[in-house]
Every structure is written in C-alpha cells, then in structure tokens.
C-alpha cells in the first residue's frame, strides 16, 4: 500500500522560510510525479508546484514563483518543498500528492505550517 | 477567487441524489476529477476522467462532462458522504486548477 509520510508541524516567524518532507513507500517511486497542495484555514486547495523525479524537471504555480523550491531525493524516496519569505498569509496544511497520470491518487497527511510574529 | 465555480453548498435528504457541479473555461477540452475532503482529513481521489472510480470507492459516486461543465452525482445519499467536494480540471502538463469547493450537508 502507498503511503506519503509528511514530516511534523511548524511554526515560523514572518520572513523566514520553511521546509517540509514527504516519503514515498509502497510504490515505484521515481516513475510518478509529486505535487503539493495548500489549504489555508477553512479555504480551498491551492496548487502550488510539483516535480517528476526520474527527471528533475519542476514546474509551480505562478503566484509562488519564486518563493517556492521543489526537491526530490531519489534515494531516500523524498520530496521537499521549501517555501521563503514566509506570510502570515502561508499559515495553512500542506500536502503532498502522488500524480498517477489520472489524478492525484495519494495524498500525505499534511502538515501545518503556521506563520506567526 | 478559483478558475473553476462550484456551489458554496448543496443540501440533500438521506437517499436521494446529490449533484454538485464545476464550471470553468479550463475544463474545456479536459478530464475533471473530484476528490471528497471530510472534517480533519486528506482529500480522497474519487473521480477521474470526468466518471471513472478508483478502486474502493463506492458505486454510487458518479459523473459526466460536457463542454466547460463536470458533474458529480452521489445517489442514495448517506450521512457518512457529508465532507467538502473538489473538483480539479486534470492535465499532467499544465498548472493544476482546483474548485472552491463544495460542502454536501445531508440533512
């Protein structure tokens, strides 16, 4: 059975930056790509960037261009998303998501990352 | 704001039909999948290719697509299908587009 295993919650202070992991188990790691996926308190997702390992190559969501680094360590089956410039407005769950090709077929199960002064 | 329009809300009694759809030009010309969010848990993949089931998920979770419109419906709706529904416009090469969401309240 595939599981994503994110790691815990942070708390940040605004202007600095965060980094959370998520392993892959269960599952062919490098043939399928990664996203994560945001939602802040009582909204919505939100998309922000995803990478396909086998490759390297990344792409992410426009309005966190920049601020937003995508990883993938082969080895250890992992993926990283490094989010800068931390805002109150980053206070939300993170989640990694495994692409099938179809959907997003596995998701981690999240990790809160509150911004606070 | 989101590029795909769902209802805010949709209430249905036990056992009747619930559908919820998504609208958006980004759905022209591609697969929706929806995904079911309860209270304090991950999204769960439901749907994909506009009406396919993965498998686990029960049969009466089903939908369609037409033009810049997807459809989800739920049948004989039960008080453990209440959760938050998602529906996204899929294609692997392009920025993924999300709903705002939907909550199904069986009443």
């Known amino acids: 059975q595939v599981q994503l295993v994110q790691s815990g919650a942070e708390v940040k202070k605004p202007g600095s930056s965060v980094k959370v992991s998520c392993t892959a188990s269960?599952?062919?790691?490098?043939?399928?790509?990664f996203s994560w996926v945001r939602q802040a308190p009582g909204q919505g997702l939100e998309w922000m960037g995803g990478?396909?390992?086998?490759?390297?190559?990344?792409s992410n969501g426009q309005i966190f261009r920049g601020r937003v680094t995508i990883t993938a360590d082969k080895p250890s089956n992992t993926v990283y998303l490094e989010l800068n410039n931390l805002r109150s407005e980053d206070t939300a769950v993170y989640y990694c998501?495994?692409?099938?090709?179809?959907?997003?077929?596995?998701w981690g199960q999240g990790t809160l990352v509150t911004v606070s002064s | 704001s989101y590029d795909l329009t769902q209802p805010p809300s949709v209430s249905v009694a036990p056992g009747q039909t619930a559908t919820i759809t998504c609208s958006g030009d980004?759905?022209?010309?591609?697969?929706a999948c929806w995904y079911q969010q309860k209270p304090g848990q991950s999204p769960v993949l439901i749907l994909y290719?506009?009406?396919k089931r993965p498998s686990g998920i029960s049969e009466r979770f089903s939908g369609s697509g037409s033009g810049n419109t997807a459809t989800l419906t739920i049948s004989e709706t039960q008080a453990m299908d209440e959760a938050d529904y998602y529906c996204?416009?899929?294609?692997?090469?392009?920025?993924?587009?999300f709903g705002g969401g939907t909550k199904l309240t069986v009443l």
């Open positions: 998501v495994r692409d099938n090709g179809e959907g997003a077929d596995y």
């Open positions: 269960g599952g062919t790691f490098i043939t399928y790509s």
């Open positions: 990478i396909i390992p086998i490759f390297g190559t990344t």
């Open positions: 980004k759905l022209r010309n591609k697969y």
């Open positions: 290719q506009d009406k």
């Open positions: 996204q416009a899929w294609d692997s090469n392009a920025p993924w587009v």
